[in-house]
């Protein structure tokens, strides 16, 4: 193939390196407004009153009265207001907001906002909530038949906290009124999510609301959700002032105000024969939500179907639940949702190959999942299944084996996880979002239209590559346009590693469309005799894909990535500080359409997931996050990051473009529990995450 599976360059590259790209925080209006937002100091209780004691001249102040559609932030429960009425639920929650000219003016007038309260009792312990915003069964075979089967029964509880996104570009959005409607600009990664959520805000008809990305500086899931608020601030603040306003958060707000990753406790009970053999599997899953819903039921969904990990047993009880505390919303966060119950299985499969006195390896090949197997929904697995194939892989290439024997005794430690992560949206997801690309023919090639964003992962790269190799033309001679909603169709939000599998097949359908159309002209030929050509594709299930939203059965995903990594640590006798040494990344993804680019996934996912296992640990003092800065949020740096050795394996997808599966949530799943895995090995038995040198300080000692 002349461009799928070659590292071609990027198609936004030149612009980056040279500068040329423009972020939000490099735009400028005429006339243009900057924008705060004054926030709740309490975790939960009413508003008794506001004062300004500050001159209003030069101000623009917006509050829910102002507001002219409905004050909600639209998704998939309308819970969450833009401003807070009356109610506060969690501290940082909107209430007021500000626009001026000068920033400097904005920094006093912030401080000189005066809102009393009537404080009410606090709930944090997601445990003693009565409120969930999604509960998910799921049920296969007859688990107390199970258990009877069983020889021994391993049981365990596993936590893991908060984790911030931490994006380089902190969120920001311009909204420039014109035209009797509202076109907004920002760093975002759904802006299809953006444009629904202000035409409910503003009570417009969707065509006088425009969302333009401007290049975004990463988003990790933490810009899925989060902008049509900031938009909707933005907004109210441009309507009311007539100008256009700008708000950028600094990182301290972005840390503390918006969405992390959900914090989660599951509990295993799991019956297995003294050969290893799982005969049940019951696993309880409870999620804090925060104090609205966000996408709280698709994390859950997402994170009750990897509850098992990839292995099979025939009887099966998960039970999930998402509940409300009076902390900030959690939302997207990459995996969402599978990062915390992947970790929970994999400690766990561990623990029990320990019960048992069976050679961690062997436990997982005797137990993983293969093709014509069933998950616990019972969707049968194609051909491209790969447990075995990764796990054997990641063994070979780590030396796994003689460094398990190496290292016993001593302080450094060697452990693994096995894992799968399903590709494109939960259940029927797909077809409800009905997505659509576009491929416009133009003088010299083509040019793609679609709502996906760069956000850093190489979308654009990827689909032109799809779309060139297609069409039999060169890379070159396909452009991407920039993202619209004035222009491009809705193709879905750039989330659940399904850009490249779902999008980019609708765009190999257009271009196969295309070539037909043009049968033996050129584009210029074509145009020139024929006129303009745009060929528009929608979504189509593949027949053999079935799935209940109701009973929670049937096919989850069109197909499963598949993943092992084996990480290597050090354990500091003194400080216990974990140093991770090395990692090995062994990731099954269909097809590498661009190789470097997919290497850089798979790279930054676990170099993320270091900080999940190790470092990242969200302080909440009262409902906040008491540490809202990168002086003591401690992410990974190059210095705390161990060579990561990578292998793609290829098995294709077959309706997948060129056989491509999903790839960029996959490698956050692994390498916490393969870290604790080594901790383990070392001789202490950690079962909460970020494994800081405080807990292994506390964590009891295993007998070896």
Known sequence: MKSVGRNVERKEGAAKVSGAARYVDDLSFPGMLYGVTIRSSIPCG???SIKLDFSRKGFTVVDHRDVPGKNVIALIDDDQPCLAEREVRHAEEPILLLAHEEREALVAARRAVRIDYRAREPLFDPRRSTKAFKEIAIDKGDVERGFAEADVVVEGEYTSGHQEQLYVETNGMIAVPEGGGITVYGSLQCPYYVHAALVKLL???PKRVRVMQCETGGGFGGKEEYPSMIAGHAALLALKARRPVKIVYDRAEDMAATTKRHPAIVRHRTGVKRDGRITAMDVDVLMDGGAYATLSAVVLSRGVLHATGPYRCDHVKIRGRAVMTNTPPNG???GFGAPQTLFAAEVHVERIAETLGLDPVKLREKNALRPGDTTATGQTLGRDASALQVLREAVRVSDFHRKRDE???TNRGIGLALYLHGSGFTGGGELKLASKASLELTET??????????????TRTMHAQI???TLGWPYDAIEVSDVDTARVPNSGPTVASRTCMIVGKILQRCAVEMKRKLGKLTPAEYLTRRGPLVITMQYEKPGDIQWDDATYQGDAYGTFAWACNVAEVEIDPVTYRAR???????????????PIL???QIEGGTAQGVGFALFEDVVMRDGRMANAQLTNYIVPTPADTPPIDVAILERAYRHGPFGAKGVGELPVDGPAPAIVNAIRHVGLDVRSIPATPERLSDAPAIAR
């Not at 090639?445 to 190489?458: D, F, H, K, N, P």
């Open 203 to 205: 009570g417009l008809p």
């Open 46 to 48: 009413e508003i008794a």
């Open 407 to 409: 290292y016993r005794g």
């Open 445 to 458: 090639g083509a040019r793609i239209l679609v709502a996906s964003t760069e956000i850093g992962q190489g």
């Open 332 to 334: 997207a966060f990459r």
């Open 467 to 469: 779309v060139a190799e």
């Open 580 to 594: 991770p040494l090395r990692l090995t990344a062994v990731a099954e993804i269909g097809k590498a359409i661009h």
């Open 598 to 600: 997919a290497m850089g």
